[in-house]
T-cell receptor, first 112, second 112 residues
Framework: GAGVSQTPSNKVTEKGKYVELRCDPI?????LYWYRQSLGQGPEFLIY????????DSGLPNDRFFAVRPEGSVSTLKIQRTERGDSAVYLC??????????FGPGTRLTVL | GDSVTQMEGPVTLSEEAFLTINCTYT??????LFWYVQYPGEGLQLLLK?????DKGSNKGFEATYRKETTSFHLEKGSVQVSDSAVYFC???????????FGKGTRLSVIA
């Protein structure tokens, strides 16, 4: 079956611009996670959804970052007023309750 | 807070050599422990896991044993292949659907 998909695969933007990154989880997975992976580092947690609501957003670095999952399936990570330090690979994962997380291929964001 | 420390790479081995990648963790509770692998150009994949002390996870010839007394989960393989070349991440999760906490990753290169 289809895995977790993320679009776009690559995004190049200019400092100060707004970007949206999309995640399509595996059908039926109730939990959805966003992570950020900087070069040479492991993924770092950003936010976790259980259904439509954010169960834990403690990893969001500041209020420029926001994520939604309005219908409990697709999720969008939104970054306002991008900064060069936001450049990273943004990973999405989904899972059934209390089960393995399956990761998408990631979106590589480059802020010039 | 909870954290994972793994040996720094890169690690370069000849084919059929023995592999060990060290991983230790700090946690307030009794976490589940994981090894994820990222092959070149691919997304993160779960390699193996262990959910309680003394459990051994194994997959594709890789093994790791959950050692509570040394707070460790070292990854081993008796005879590596060129196809094992990848980045390996140790991770922990407190319980259920809580987010994963990753180490920084260890790049393994196996040469023929």
């Amino acid at each position: 079956g289809a895995g977790v998909s993320q679009t776009p695969s690559n995004k190049v933007t200019e400092k100060g611009k707004y970007v949206e990154l999309r995640c399509d989880p595996i059908s039926g997975h109730t939990a959805l996670y966003w992570y950020r992976q900087s070069l040479g580092q492991g993924p770092e947690f950003l936010i976790y959804f259980q259904g439509t609501g954010a169960a834990d957003d403690s990893g969001l670095p500041n209020d420029r970052f926001f994520a939604v999952r309005p219908e409990g399936s697709v999720s969008t990570l939104k970054i306002q007023r991008t900064e060069r330090g936001d450049s990273a690979v943004y990973l999405c994962a989904s899972s059934l309750l209390y089960n393995e997380q399956f990761f998408g291929p990631g979106t590589r964001l480059t802020v010039l | 807070g909870d954290s994972v420390t793994q040996m720094e790479g890169p690690v370069t081995l000849s084919e059929e050599a023995f592999l060990t990648i060290n991983c230790t963790y700090t946690a307030t509770g009794y976490p589940s422990l994981f090894w994820y692998v990222q092959y070149p150009g691919e997304g993160l994949q779960l390699l193996l896991k262990a959910t309680k002390a003394d459990d051994k996870g194994s997959n594709k010839g890789f093994e790791a044993t959950y050692r509570k007394e040394t707070t460790s989960f070292h990854l081993e393989k008796g005879s590596v292949q060129v196809s094992d070349s990848a980045v390996y991440f140790c991770a922990q999760s407190n319980s259920g659907n809580t987010p994963l906490v990753f180490g920084k990753g260890t790049r393994l290169s196996v040469i023929a």
